[in-house]
């Protein structure tokens, strides 16, 4: 069987808020599968949380953790994740899964973008079994109560939480 060189570009959205070691675990895994990866900071999540740092900081900070990659591009989108998806010509969306407890939202929100924009398939990926109970949530929830979560965060986003914290 011959292959044909194929430039896949896989996105992976989400809020970001902050980039922890599991986001950073599912993008490494994705670049197994695609050319390009492209990690965007949504603006408008269908989840609206109570955001501890602005889309710009995150935005920054997942430039600055990914820095030195030239097969990862980082950015910011609002509205709908599909027509971004569009005018990008993204093969797939790329959404971390980490337990059972995920799969409910994960599957609403695949089979809506599906109806949307049905040339893109949504990819799970499941992170390292260390990280699987992770999330940003928690992370933030740990460092405002004033946790060590140095294992779950890089060292530039420690140092952003220490900041944010402290402001
Ligand atoms: O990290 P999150 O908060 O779970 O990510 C959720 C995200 C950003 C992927 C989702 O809220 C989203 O796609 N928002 C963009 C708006 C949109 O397309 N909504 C319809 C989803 S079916």
Request: a negative charge; one cysteine or more.
């Amino acid at each position: 069987m011959s292959s044909s060189p194929r430039d896949l570009l896989a996105i992976y959205p989400g809020s970001f808020d902050p980039v922890t070691l599991g986001h950073e675990d599912i993008a490494r895994r994705t670049l197994r599968l695609a050319d390009r990866l492209l990690i965007v900071v949504a603006e408008t999540a269908t989840h609206s949380k109570n955001p501890l740092f602005s889309v710009e900081e995150r935005l920054a900070l997942l430039r600055e953790v990914f820095d030195g990659n030239d097969r990862v591009e980082c950015g910011s989108f609002s509205g709908l994740l599909m027509d971004f998806a569009r005018e990008r010509k993204a093969h797939c969306i790329i959404r971390g899964l980490r337990a059972v407890s995920d799969f409910e939202y994960e599957f609403q929100m695949a089979q809506m973008n599906r109806e949307l924009w049905p040339e893109v398939e949504t990819v799970f990926l499941t992170p390292d079994a260390p990280l699987s109970f992770l999330s940003a949530s928690l992370v933030r929830e740990v460092a405002a109560m004033g946790g060590d979560v140095s294992s779950f965060v890089s060292p530039t986003v420690m140092r952003a939480l220490k900041e944010k914290l402290s402001e």
